[in-house]
Structure formats: structure tokens, C-alpha cells
């Protein structure tokens, strides 16, 4: 019996993967660092502690002066900072307009809810807080907890096991490819928030939804 849903938190709760790949592009722009615009929009959904590697590995390809990961780092949020866009993550103007009224019927109709992101924990506190989900959520995990995030499936079994739960009695909901393999590879039915500005393959999914509010129609026959 379904009885959980776990969401991932950009790109479902909040539409923030554009907000990021903006500032990576304008970063990379500053910087005369010149990556093909589908390869950078294919890094949506990565886990952020693959991020500095990444970004040496570019800035490398095109620029001669070394860079550690940490200092990359401090550069990119130093000229974030700087910029109009200020390195502030807007959630409540990119929040799904769903989303408040999917956890509350889920909620009422005796649900547990978690969410299960790769982003950093402050992060996921902060979107939660601006958009006001505590009362709905049942656990938060972040990716920073595991030596490897999604794709690796530990972050969902993980979370199934924290809930007391079992693979099969969850429900993932998703965008990414890593977040879809993630929850495949865990066993939970995973639902797909359609998403095509990033290429993701989101065909591994059991279902694709436009909207969340799809959500609670599909999960009524699964229970």
C-alpha cells in the first residue's frame, strides 16, 4: 500500500534549476569560458559536491592560471555576490503553484512526506521556511549527508528507512536523470515532473506529470 511520497526539492518544489544554470552562464561568460549550452544545462540535477570539479575542469580547458576547487569556489560566489543576481535563490517567486495544496490533500488523506534533495540542508531549510511546507513535511535528507548522491540510490534508502517504510509503500517524485535513477534504483514508483530545458531522460520514470496537482489524481487508484 502507498502510504509516503518523497519529493525532490529543485526542479519540482521549486523551478530553480533556470535560476542556477543562469548564473553558471553568466559566471562562464565573465570569465571567457566558452561551454557548448547543452553540456552545461545537462549538469541540471547534478549533486552540488560535484560542482567544483566540474568548474575546474572547464576552467582549465580555457583559461592558463591554476585554480584549486576551493578557490574556484570563493570566486564564482564572490562574483555572484556581486551581480544584480545577488547569489540569492528567489523560492517564493519560483515555487510551484501547486505545491502548498498537493501536501495538504496528501497530508489530510494520512500521507508521510519527505523530502529528499541534493542540495545542501540550509538550502532545503530556506526554500521550506520562504514557502512555508514545515507543517506538511515529515523528514528532510540532504545530499551532503552521503559520500555520494543521486544517481546513487542511498539518499532514497536512506529516507525509506528513517520514515520506517518500505521501497515499495513509497512514491519518488522527480526530475533529473540522476534523481529518476536514484529512486529506480531504490524501488520506488517514480513519478516525473516533465521538464525538457535540460535534457533530461525521464523515460525510466512509471509516470510523467505536467503539473503536481496530477499527483494526488494518479495516487488515488494506487491506494
Not at 72 to 81: E, V
Request: proline letters at 5%.
Amino acid at each position: 500500500m502507498i502510504n509516503t511520497v518523497i519529493f525532490d526539492l529543485d526542479g519540482v518544489i521549486v523551478d530553480t534549476e533556470y535560476v542556477y544554470d543562469n548564473w553558471m552562464k553568466e559566471f562562464l561568460d565573465h570569465y571567457q569560458i566558452f561551454i557548448d549550452p547543452e553540456i552545461r544545462k545537462r549538469t541540471a540535477g547534478q549533486a552540488f559536491t560535484e560542482f567544483p570539479s566540474m568548474m575546474v575542469k572547464w576552467w582549465t580547458e580555457f583559461r592558463t592560471e591554476p585554480i584549486t576547487e576551493e578557490e574556484i569556489i570563493q570566486i564564482y560566489d564572490q562574483y555572484i555576490a556581486s551581480t544584480e543576481m545577488k547569489g540569492r535563490m528567489p523560492y517564493k517567486e519560483v515555487k510551484d503553484p501547486d505545491i502548498i495544496q498537493v501536501m495538504a490533500e496528501l497530508k489530510e488523506k494520512g500521507y508521510q512526506i519527505a523530502i529528499a534533495s541534493s542540495s545542501p540542508m540550509e538550502d532545503i531549510r530556506q526554500a521550506m521556511l520562504e514557502i512555508e511546507l514545515e507543517p506538511y513535511v515529515n523528514l528532510v535528507i540532504s545530499g551532503e549527508m552521503f559520500r555520494e548522491s543521486k544517481p546513487n540510490p542511498e539518499i532514497y534508502l536512506y529516507t525509506v528507512e528513517k520514515l520506517g517504510k518500505k521501497p515499495c509503500e513509497c512514491i519518488a517524485v522527480e526530475d533529473s536523470t540522476f534523481g529518476i535513477q536514484a529512486a529506480k534504483s531504490a524501488g520506488l514508483i517514480t513519478f516525473a515532473k516533465r521538464d525538457e530545458r535540460f535534457y533530461f531522460d525521464q523515460t525510466p520514470a512509471d509516470f510523467i506529470i505536467d503539473r503536481l496537482s496530477q499527483l494526488t489524481a494518479i495516487l488515488c487508484p494506487l491506494t
